[in-house]
């Protein structure tokens, strides 16, 4: 059955109490102390309520500090600090632990998206739907060992939204900052979900327009991952209107650029870079911008063979290396990699001047400037 606890999580220190000098050199390292002493106390929990209910629980929470660059956290953090938050202050601990908090809202979305995509992998190891499908079958246990990994994956990908509700409402925050951040918080949860549905529901479609995709990236991505995080840290802070507006400009357009630089991982990653099969995306039928952009190429230019050699593996989750090679080439050939690496280049460059617009607290405004390039210009 899945792990008892992983290594990183034995190892970090307990005390989140204390936000050190050098947080923000190693913003991540303090999400993850944050999270490995929240996930401790909820496991406690876990055995007294059921062994077996412990074990799974313990899956997740080695999924959950497994990996990940802590990106929500880290923009909610530099939001905060550009309205005007003291990493200094008595009120910074809280602040990490309901930034900290985003985390296992994502952990809630990769577990639930594997399991909808039939993902085999995610950072390089088995999705979570896989490895209690594994587990079925070393223990001999009845019934399908598909169907139980389905259910583990669907319950935990649950416990995770559940945990990161109680994470935020225990965080310490101040009555009147949590009641500022419980807009956003709640505006994410369900912009991700509707996000994600209109994502298998454009497959299903064969919708291939490009406002369908844009739509999709921008509450399935810009939405939870850029914008409603830099709107979180704002409002603990008391941003006020000039601020969170210009923050919510540069969150939406970040937000969406980073979804599109994702899209072209999705089909041209290395899949030692982004610990999944280089061409998923195609096999899984995704009607992201690059098709959208592909199929109003190939109609502009007369070229609907190439068009063609995309489509014969769009949604065939058995399309041979060789045929995804022959699309990823159809792909570049009518430039539709190109149009998107142009749309990031124009949405990062919007982003970064609506961050000028304001006169954010240092070093914030840097520190988001430098976000900005580094989630949206990262090696395929």
């Not at 479609?205 to 490009?210: C, H, P, V």
């Amino acid at each position: 059955m899945p792990t008892k606890e992983s290594s990183a999580q034995r190892n970090l220190p307990r005390n989140s109490e204390e936000v050190p000098d050098t947080v923000e050199a190693d913003l991540p390292g303090l999400v993850q102390r944050t999270l490995a002493e929240y996930l401790d106390a909820r496991l406690v929990e876990a055995v007294e309520l059921d062994p077996g209910f412990a074990d799974a629980a313990r899956e997740l929470s080695a999924f959950v500090l497994g990996g990940g660059k802590r990106i929500r956290p880290t923009f909610a953090w530099w939001a905060w600090r550009a309205a005007g938050g003291d990493p200094e202050g008595p009120e910074a601990p809280a602040v990490a632990r309901a930034a900290s908090a985003l985390e296992l809202i994502q952990a809630c979305a990769l577990v639930h998206d594997d399991l909808i995509d039939e993902s085999d992998t995610r950072r390089g190891n088995p999705t979570v739907h896989r490895r209690f499908a594994g587990a079925h079958d070393r223990e001999r246990w009845r019934g399908g060992a598909q169907q139980f990994g389905m259910s583990a994956a669907v319950l935990l990908g649950d416990l995770a939204l559940a945990w990161a509700d109680d994470m935020l409402h225990s965080s310490g925050l101040a009555p009147q900052a949590l009641a500022r951040a419980l807009g956003p918080w709640r505006a994410m949860r369900t912009e991700m979900l509707a996000g994600q549905y209109l994502d298998v529901f454009s497959q299903v479609r064969g919708d291939e327009s490009a406002e369908a995709a844009l739509r999709v990236a921008e509450l399935k991505a810009a939405s939870y991952t850029v914008a409603r995080p830099l709107q979180l840290g704002a409002e603990i802070a008391g941003a006020d209107e000039r601020t969170l507006s210009a923050l919510q400009r540069f969150g939406h357009d970040i937000g969406v650029a980073f979804q599109l630089r994702d899209d072209l991982l999705g089909v041209f990653g290395d899949p030692e870079v982004t610990g999944k099969p280089a061409g998923d995306d195609l096999r899984e039928g995704k009607r992201t911008l690059l098709i959208a952009e592909a199929v109003e190429a190939a109609r502009a230019q007369g070229d609907e063979r190439a068009m063609d050699r995309v489509r014969a593996v769009l949604g065939d989750p058995d399309a041979a290396e060789e045929a995804i090679e022959d699309a990823r080439t159809a792909l570049c050939r009518l430039g539709a990699d190109a149009a998107v690496e142009h749309r990031i280049a124009r949405l990062t460059s919007s982003a970064v001047s609506a961050l000028h617009s304001a006169e954010l607290a240092e070093p914030a405004a840097t520190r988001l400037s430098e976000l900005a390039v580094a989630v949206t210009d990262r090696t395929r």
